[in-house]
């Protein structure tokens, strides 16, 4: 490993800070270097606060020692006014000689405009260091803006015997599969996606929250696809605890693709990322219709031996892990 990507390396490291906070901001990271030294750090701050070149610069003490410095960056300074002016201007201004940079930032309001901005005024910038694992970090960020769609993570749990729910319940909430630790993973994770989805069955037969009450975060959007209006508002999906967006017949034809018009409402909703929770038909709505990117899928240590049978799912496995007694299996849509 070679000083530059040392230091990319940790500006990923510490852009993982601003998970589930900066959206529909990419959670990028910076590091500032003097003499092999990091003099100052920072992330992306919560939406509409600082960029993390700004909260790096800021970290600096001595704001003499940045016209000595190199600044690492996971993506392309930012060339624009939005909530804050661009870091483009900032780093030119701070008299920082040398900028090395993970990836190009895809953005049309950028697309390298910050890289010709910082050249024009002399700063000497190096591009594409660690590309492909800053792009891997930045997935949700690129998948929203190059392909107008939000980040499409499939999750659910199935029985060793391949059962997503017994053929019959008694009680209007949810059959576990899963053991209390990977539920706590999913809670985890709800605090770092943008939102959340499951349809109308779903909804009627467990009456989920889709809040997060085992971990500390943001509760995420809730989607409820909902074809015809009929769930009560009684529901616990519909309490006060999280903002909860319906889709229903009203806003689409549900006659044709359905996950290709659930895709452009979320984007419409400037929607970055969504973990579909289920039930079976609408993780199957997805997998049909080949929009997805990840699926997390745990499988719990019981059997139902008959049910409501699991989705096929042709994906690279990327990961394999026990949680306890359970097996949680990651693959990506390549």
Not at 39 to 59: C, Q, R, W
Not at 181 to 200: D, F, N, P
Not at 210 to 216: E, G, H, I
Not at 284 to 291: A, G, K, R, V
Request: proline content about 4%.
């Amino acid at each position: 490993m070679n000083i530059h990507e040392k230091y990319i390396k940790r500006c990923i490291e510490i852009a993982k800070n601003g998970l589930g906070s900066t959206r529909p901001n990419p959670m990028v990271g910076c590091v500032i270097v003097r003499n092999n030294t990091i003099i100052g750090e920072g992330f992306t701050s919560a939406y509409g606060g600082n960029h993390a070149e700004v909260n790096a610069i800021n970290a600096v003490v001595d704001k003499n020692l940045l016209k000595e410095a190199t600044l690492y960056v996971t993506l392309e300074p930012c060339s624009h006014f939005g909530k804050t002016p661009p870091c483009s201007d900032l780093i030119n201004k701070s008299n920082i000689p040398n900028v090395v940079i993970g990836c190009i930032d895809d953005n049309i309001k950028v697309a390298g405009k910050g890289i010709e901005k910082l050249k024009n005024a002399g700063c000497k910038v190096t591009v594409g260091v660690l590309e492909d694992e800053c792009r891997e970090h930045h997935k949700r960020f690129f998948t929203f803006h190059n392909k107008k769609r939000p980040y499409i993570i499939l999750k659910w749990a199935e029985t060793k015997d391949g059962f997503l729910a017994p053929e019959t319940k008694n009680e209007q909430k949810p059959v576990w599969i899963s053991n209390q630790y990977s539920r706590q993973l999913v809670h985890k994770w709800r605090t770092e996606e943008q939102a959340i989805l499951i349809g109308t069955n779903t909804v009627l037969q467990d009456n989920p929250s889709l809040t997060v009450r085992d971990w500390t975060g943001q509760n995420p959007i809730r989607i409820v696809v909902d074809k015809d209006l009929k769930l009560p508002k009684t529901l616990a999906i519909f309490n006060y605890e999280a903002q909860t967006i319906v889709i229903s017949k009203n806003d689409m034809d549900f006659s044709k693709q359905v996950a290709s018009q659930i895709c452009d409402i979320l984007y419409e909703n400037n929607i970055s990322s969504v973990i579909i929770e289920g039930g079976k038909h609408m993780l199957q709505t997805f997998i049909d219709e080949n929009l997805w990117d990840e699926a997390r899928v745990f499988t719990g240590n019981t059997l139902f031996n008959s049910g409501l049978e699991a989705p096929p799912l042709h994906g690279r496995l990327i990961s394999e892990e026990n949680i306890m007694d359970d097996i949680l299996k990651t693959y990506r849509n390549d």
